[in-house]
């Protein structure tokens, strides 16, 4: 079996050193190279570019796709799996691997847990599995795709309220207040969307959100924070990375209206951006976090 990692960025390089540790034909390639007849192809590069990269992919045989990717498509409002089933079909053999999970920790083989989502038609989901457990790297398996990627998603933006809060002086209570506001609002849209899951409370879920709302590691909290100050231009320049948080807001709007409900967290993340203005931000943080 011949793996390729496509993407060579750090979470790309954290999952070679994993994938490695168990199979010996594995390979890192960049977004751009061409694949030719690969068996196991792994998304390591940002929503925004799937599509692209998976372009480059020729084949005649069926093949195995793990994303790895936490965004939506800005154009589409899709999600991963969408994204990949439009191009290769609803057929295609498809995981997505989605946990707490910073590439730096990973590369130092610290303790680690992840998700590993499937559709009930696909047939390798132990062999795919093996691909990245290790005893540093533990993988549980997750039936379903949706929550875990949706989560993903809007984890993104949840982190950058936290990382707002933490911008403007306030502590640990708010943040845990904004995170379990969170997990309620992605709650109610997953009933909302009639999306299941073997348990809303996982690494990829609830793990993830936790983690990202809680660290300056992550990009989208470090965006939020720097927005106590600085316009939202500024601040990504300041990151100088992909903040996936900012795309993934493109697609709120899109999610209420598909449930049925109101957002009040993802919304106020969304007007914060949209109004881009730092003087405003600490008189807006407080008038929202008073009345929810």
Known sequence: MNIHILGNGAWGNALFSVV???????????????????????????????RESLKNISTD???IIVNTAKGIEKSTHLLPHKIVQSIFGNDVEYYTLI???????VIKQMPTLVNLGYSKKNSNNIKVKNLFQTDFFRVKLTAGVEVL????????????ACGLADGLGYGANTRAKLIVLAVDEMNTLYERLHWTIDSHITAGTVGDLIL??????????????????????????????????????????YFEKKAGTKLLL???????????????????FENFVKRV
Not at 32 to 45: A, C, H, R
Not at 99 to 105: D, K, L, R, T
């Open 266 to 284: 993802a919304d106020f993340v969304s007007n914060i951006v949209k109004m881009d203005n730092p003087k405003m931000v600490k008189t807006n």
């Open 212 to 253: 990202t709302c809680n660290s300056a590691e992550s990009r989208n909290f470090t965006f939020g924070s720097l927005l106590a100050a600085h316009s939202v231009q500024d601040a990504l320049t300041m990151v100088d990375s992909t903040v996936e948080g900012i795309n993934s807001l493109t697609s709120v709007g």
């Open 61 to 63: 045989k069926n093949i």
């Open 20 to 50: 490695k540790h168990n199979c010996p034909i594995v390979s890192i390639v960049k977004r751009s190279q061409k694949l030719i007849d690969p068996d196991v192809v792994v998304l390591s590069v940002p929503t925004q570019s799937i």
């Open 99 to 105: 946990g707490p999970s910073f590439a730096q920790e």
């Open 149 to 160: 990627e949706l989560s993903a998603a809007f984890k993104n933006i949840y982190a950058i």
